[in-house]
């Protein structure tokens, strides 16, 4: 079992920047890849981007690419999105979600933090 802790959602306006943390408990070296989601008010989940957790490679959603960065601090397992230049249709619930290797799905989630952008 992998447990996920998100922090850092809060209210910001828009072209403000905030930075979510995933915090990574249990079962972390199981961990292929590490993933941020999001759901609107009404709308699916959505991908927003992820890391590979050995190689650090990154991957984005077309909407947040050039304004978000996903990184890992390998000392805290824990893994950021750092968001910038926030627009208002940013405003969701951000989920973590971890990618086990033996699986072929993100398998664990996290509960999910709020960004609100106001105009």
């Known amino acids: 079992q992998v447990q996920l802790v998100e922090s850092g959602g809060g209210l910001v306006q828009t072209g403000g920047s905030l930075r979510l943390s995933c915090a990574a408990s249990?079962?972390?070296?199981?961990?292929?890849?590490m993933a941020w989601f999001r759901q609107a008010p009404g709308k699916e989940r959505e991908f927003v981007g992820s890391?590979?957790?050995?190689?650090?490679?990154?991957y984005y959603a077309d909407s947040v690419k050039g304004r978000f960065t996903i990184s890992r601090d390998n000392a805290q397992n824990t893994v950021y999105l750092q968001m910038n230049s926030l627009k208002t249709e940013d405003t969701a619930v951000y989920y973590c979600?971890?990618?086990?290797?033996?699986?072929?799905?993100?398998?664990?989630w996290g509960q999910g933090t709020q960004v609100t952008v106001s105009s």
């Open positions: 979600a971890a990618h086990p290797t033996d699986r072929g799905s993100y398998e664990y």
């Open positions: 249990g079962r972390t070296f199981s961990i292929y890849r």
């Open positions: 890391i590979t957790w050995s190689t650090l490679r990154t």
